[in-house]
């Protein structure tokens, strides 16, 4: 469809245009782009649920041994990686236990 528009500014000057529109189906263009940006993202949270399903939770890992791996690719700061696991396990994505880990026992998160 095509749309002709004429407008006048506050100082009397005339613009005239014309937009080639194209029709889009109501509610696929915006499940599409979900769909891209959860598949493609490379956000801390999907890095982490990435390595879950590599099977690197198997065992328990303290956040330590998480940053450790996830900074092999991507560098970040060790406390967005605790938050980001504390979050996982707080959406039921991770489980939390805890491990002895340099004589302490500590937080540790395992699926």
């Known amino acids: 469809m095509k749309v002709k528009i004429e407008v006048t500014d506050e100082n009397g000057r005339t613009y005239a245009g014309e937009l080639e529109l194209e029709q889009i189906l109501q509610g696929r263009r915006r499940e599409h782009a979900k769909e891209t940006n959860t598949k493609n993202s490379s956000s801390l949270p999907q890095r982490i649920i990435r390595l879950r399903e590599k ?45 002895n880990y340099g004589g302490k026992d500590l937080t540790a998160y395992a699926w």
């Open 55 to 99: 099977g690197y939770f198997a065992s328990p890992r303290v956040y330590n041994e998480v940053h450790a791996e996830i900074q092999k690719e991507y560098p970040c700061d060790p406390a967005r990686v605790r938050v980001a696991l504390i979050r996982l396990q707080r959406n039921k994505q991770l489980r939390k236990t805890s491990k």
